[in-house]
């Protein structure tokens, strides 16, 4: 029995493996119909979720597995003190596979360690986000072609995004890719992931500024500034406008540079980017499903020849 809390959990062919699988899904939906019947898929959400909870529920139902779960603290028995441990063993008795969202880092680690079945990390506070990674992989791998040979800018809040930190240890195990991380300094990514590419001989900046650095990129990664991490309301009005794309500004970028966001967005791209054929963040909601489809059948061992 396998659980995912870090993406780093994951090897580079078992990361490849998943893409594969992701993309046979896309070519053959009909092979993996009822791959998952009689399986159930608990969604454990204490944070609020649209895409993560709900592809996960599309996926297992694509899959011809049932879900159960809840979607807020309040309306589990979190609420009256049982802990997370106790409930992952509960839930094991009734579920054959956990995602779990938590706003405590580690707490989809602890539920991993009590329960009997899978624990899938489904964002862990400003932690983690590795099933946002998979999406997000597959996305370039899609629509660019590959994961190598890559200079990638992420923008915005790189210290809270938790999708940012699980993003870059991911590429940082493929060739000759290159980070621009573009964040005012109060939002910069933290030193452990600077170390971590540092220690790797692995290319980066940090830079302030996004429309010096646009015609340089590959990939561009916008991020929400996160304000549910925020100590105070003043930082956080201060800084959430910080970056907004726009389509003038993508006149600065190469023609075939991608535009990824894992969403919810709230100023940071305009729509007048969302019909730029480089703009790619709503497809990358759609991978999500195949990609959690294909992560479901690995971690409950179940294999489509
Ligand atoms: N990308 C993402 O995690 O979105 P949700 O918070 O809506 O799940």
Redesign the pocket.
Known sequence: MRSLNSILDLGVDELDGLIATAKDIIAHPEAYWDRCAHKKLATLFFE??????LSFEAAMLELGGSVIGFSEASSSSASKGESVADTAKIVSCYADIIAM?HPKEGAPYVASQAASIPVIN??DGGHN?PT?TLADLLTISREMGRLSNLTIGLCGDLKFGR?VHSLVNALSRYDNLRFIFISPTELRVPDYITEMLREKNIPYEEVIRLEDKLPELDVLYMTRVQKERFFNEEDYVRLKDFYILTAKKMNLAPPDMLVLH???RVNEISVDVDDDPRAVYFKQ?QYAVYVRMALILTLLNIHVD
């Open positions: 609020p979720s649209t895409r993560t909870r969202r489904a964002g986000h946002q999708t894992p969403l919810p909601a």
